[in-house]
């Protein structure tokens, strides 16, 4: 009996104009960060923050994320093929010829909302939590674009299934079905940062600083680790490996995610924007002048 299937084949490449070639992924991670600002706009607005902090926002994650996604697969998965010649070294400054992790670009992330929060924050009334709470939501959808995008490339994907919904990977010569653990990725991360964005429009009033980062952390990494059972190994090492790196990676930010939402709950701070000069008659759902209770 032949198995039901999805036959893969579709081209990386959107259109080929000479030697320059339009891919998917390029054009889905960027307008992951285009949709990005817009989300991030509406908060700022929501919440009276200038909008004008925006684009130093838009370049960190930019930088950030790529710098961080790459460096994170140079370190994590292939040090030995990047730091054993001088050939493999100058490789670490060419992303286009693929090779980003995300555990590198989370941590990259983090890092620079905190330079972020440090220089823009006290000026303009919020702290590094609060910009983790925001930047997550955003991030959701960007996450999901990605993933998407290794879809198209063919790449990232999983064990052979026999399950209908398995894709068969022709460009990559691919002759079973096998889990689209891209799609599972993705999906996960688009019904997430779907639940964010009702909390944050129908429930900021009831939340604490700290729950949607908390919330991401543990759904995101979690998800990553239980889809990694079924998903090939990315690099030989990983072959031997009771848990793969992925899976090791995603462990402390599961850990550090239910830290934040225990944070969060007994500091009990606001998790909207709190500007000293609102007065008593302002809105509940745009300033707070002291912790929920």
Known sequence: MELLAINWNIDPAILHIGGFELRWYSLLFVSGFILGWYIMKSFFVREKISTDLLDPMLYMLLICTIVGA????????????YFGSWAGFLEIFMPWKGGLASHGGTIALILGIWWYAKKYGPKNDFDFVWTLDHIVIPVCFAACFIRLGNLFNSEIYGIPTNLPWGFVFERNGETVPCHPTQLYEAGTYLLLGCFLMWLYWKKLDKVYRGTFVGIFMIVCFGSRFLIEFIKNDQVD????????????????????????????????????????????KAKPETHFARPLK
Do not use: T
């Not at 790459?70 to 093929?81: A, E, K, M, S």
């Open 70 to 81: 790459r460096l994170g697969h140079v370190i994590f998965y292939q040090p030995d093929y």
């Open 237 to 280: 090492f990983e072959a031997d490996m009771l848990l793969n790196q992925g899976q090791l990676l995603s462990i402390p930010f599961v850990l550090l995610g239910i830290g934040l939402l225990i944070w969060a709950y007994r500091k009990k701070l606001p998790a909207c924007a709190v500007h000293p000069e609102a007065g008593p």
